[in-house]
T-cell receptor, first 116, second 110 residues
Framework: GAVVSQHPSRVICKSGTSVKIECRSL??????MFWYRQFPKKSLMLMAT?????????EQGVEKDKFLINHASLTLSTLTVTSAHPEDSSFYIC????????????FGSGTRLTVV | QKEVEQNSGPLSVPEGAIASLNCTYS??????FFWYRQYSGKSPELIMS????GDKEDGRFTAQLNKASQYVSLLIRDSQPSDSATYLC??????????FGAGTTVTVRA
């Protein structure tokens, strides 16, 4: 149980375009989801906390107008990278909380974004 | 001071040996602790979680927690080449946010 599906796994886009990444909890309801980004050989950096039915909470230094987060249902959160630039190229990973077995965190498979 | 610090790597061990990974955290209110394994290009997968002082064993993995010293470790016994990966220590302070260490890369030599 506790599977999180993330799509797409890889995406290449042109500078100036927008890219949407989906994160779905397949077998549980996730009131809270988290979005991370990871640069090569670096650790995960929390970008924002996505709350179902309310506005996302962004970490310091993360532009909310640049990284739009929508959590419209208990099983789906989306991250849209708007007006993408090459420096937005990164590995984006979502995770969702659940309470089964006391381990509250399951990660999606990640999205490798390359902006050209 | 970083919230979560891990011993610098990379760590190279021969097959069959014990790999020892260390992690310290700065916030005493931290409540739950996790070790994740991340293969190159993949997302992290949970190896162990630990919530109370002492040892917790799961197969070849043993997590140790000492809240007084703000220290958590992971031992990998009988290391296999498939254990070669980056290991991330993560700490939760009770608000469901995870703070990650920088990771320690382990290479198991056949």
């Amino acid at each position: 149980g506790a599977v999180v599906s993330q799509h797409p796994s890889r995406v290449i886009c042109k500078s100036g375009t927008s890219v949407k990444i989906e994160c779905r909890s397949l077998d549980f309801q996730a009131t809270t989801m988290f979005w991370y980004r990871q640069f090569p050989k670096k650790s995960l950096m929390l970008m924002a906390t996505s709350n179902e039915g309310s506005k996302a909470t962004y970490e310091q230094g993360v532009e909310k107008d640049k990284f739009l987060i929508n959590h419209a249902s208990l099983t789906l959160s989306t991250l849209t990278v708007t007006s993408a630039h090459p420096e937005d190229s990164s590995f984006y990973i979502c995770s969702a909380t659940h309470l089964s077995g006391g381990n509250g965190y399951t990660f999606g498979s990640g999205t490798r974004l390359t902006v050209v | 001071q970083k919230e979560v610090e891990q011993n610098s790597g990379p760590l190279s061990v021969p097959e069959g040996a014990i790999a020892s990974l260390n992690c310290t955290y700065s916030d005493r209110v931290s409540q739950s602790f996790f070790w994740y394994r991340q293969y190159s290009g993949k997302s992290p997968e949970l190896i162990m979680s630990i919530y109370s002082n002492g040892d917790k064993e799961d197969g070849r993995f043993t997590a140790q927690l000492n809240k007084a010293s703000q220290y958590v470790s992971l031992l990998i016994r009988d290391s296999q080449p498939s254990d070669s990966a980056t290991y991330l220590c993560a700490v939760n302070k009770g608000d469901y946010k995870l703070s990650f260490g920088a990771g320690t890369t382990v290479t198991v030599r056949a």
